[in-house]
């Protein structure tokens, strides 16, 4: 079953809890939004790491200069492409 899917049979099953329509539209618009927004920031998170990833790739050095100290240990030399 589609995550979709699963969320509509769940609130569906939550349905006889509100005494009126209203409040149920309400809750669902709510969840709906709740669960967009989740997958906004985790696309947001995903774009964020590939483009540090990238960052740090291609400027090595200028990332370890600025980081040596916030390590407890510090790494050997970082490689050079």
């Known amino acids: 079953m589609h995550p979709k899917e699963q969320l509509e049979?769940?609130?569906?099953?939550?349905?006889?809890?509100f005494s009126r329509e209203a409040a149920f539209e309400w809750f669902v618009i709510r969840v709906q939004n709740k669960i967009e927004a989740l997958e906004r920031f985790v696309i947001?998170?995903?774009?964020?790491m590939g483009i540090l990833q990238i960052l740090s790739l291609s400027m090595p050095s200028t990332i370890w200069q600025g980081f040596l100290g916030s390590f407890r240990t510090?790494?050997?030399a970082p490689v050079q492409y």
């Open 44 to 48: 947001l998170i995903a774009l964020v």
């Open 9 to 17: 049979q769940i609130l569906q099953n939550l349905r006889p809890a």
């Open 74 to 76: 510090v790494p050997r």
